[in-house]
């Protein structure tokens, strides 16, 4: 079994965060940057099949020079090979061109019987990257799963929904993309680490991935922020001393400002 694994280096949500100042788009290079949370459960997710079965895995992640490291951290893991797209022209590209290019990853990946990815990025959180990329590789695609389960030839899995639970079922080659409920990833062991550093790592760039193409056939992005203003201080409340009077004094707040 051929598994492939999308994974993506973002800003720790712990941190500080800013936009650049040239484009607006999210300042990675001052951010601190680590494997995104969802990613380590997909990749966990990946391992505990190889387990099990006689599967190779492959990590697959578009980003600069620094999202190596996130590929390393699922190689150390238990991953087997990564792909990386590393190309200055994907700056700020948005979530078509960014499924078009992990798409054209994984088509390079010979018989891929299973693609996991998280259901959505902690930076981006646009949930449709995974949906995307299964339909243009022509994939059954099984969204925001909990539970897997994979056995002759077909995936199942378990989705919860707000109204209970759903039970789906694919043959493979299949895309799932689950959610944080899955599994608690590993963590890498210092025999993973030291063996991740001998494991290959291919990097093409858009050149090698679209050949027939010129740079004009691809556009990156088709938005853009034009401008963007620091989110201005919280201001002072106000404080109501209850005398009896606290509701009247609440409901004539929300009515000057036509809230009811």
């Known amino acids: 079994m051929n598994i492939v694994v999308l994974v993506k280096q973002v800003p720790d949500t712990g941190a500080e965060r800013t936009l650049s100042q040239t484009d607006h788009t999210l300042d990675r290079e001052d951010a601190d940057l680590v494997l995104d949370e969802i990613n380590e459960r997909a ?38 090979r990564g792909i990386h797209i590393c190309d200055d022209r994907l700056r700020g590209a948005d979530v ?17 019987d299973l693609v996991l990815a998280g259901n959505t990025t902690t930076d981006g959180q646009a949930s449709a990257v995974p949906a995307i990329v299964a339909e243009l590789l022509g994939l059954p695609q099984l969204t925001h799963v909990r ?9 199942s899995a378990e989705r919860e929904t707000d109204n209970g639970e759903a039970t789906l079922q694919a043959p493979l080659p299949a895309l799932v993309s689950i959610t944080e409920k899955i599994n608690e990833p590993r963590y890498p062991s210092f025999k993973g680490i030291m063996a991740a550093k001998k494991k290959p790592v291919h990097t093409p760039d858009l050149d090698d991935l679209f050949p027939d193409a010129d740079d004009s056939g691809l556009l990156v992005t088709r938005t853009r922020v034009v401008e963007a203003v620091p989110r201005p201080p919280r201001a002072a409340g106000i404080r109501i001393t209850d005398d009896g009077s606290a509701g009247r004094h609440l409901v004539e707040y929300l009515i000057a400002r036509k809230l009811v």
């Open 96 to 112: 078509l061109t960014t499924a078009k290019v992990l798409a054209a990853a994984v088509r390079t990946v010979e018989d891929v």
């Open 147 to 155: 539970q897997l389960t994979v056995d002759a030839g077909q995936v």
């Open 43 to 80: 990749a966990e997710a990946a391992l505990i099949l190889k387990e099990t079965t006689d599967a190779h895995i492959t990590v697959v992640s578009m980003g600069p020079d620094s999202a190596r490291e996130a590929i390393r951290k699922v190689l150390a893991m238990g991953a087997d």
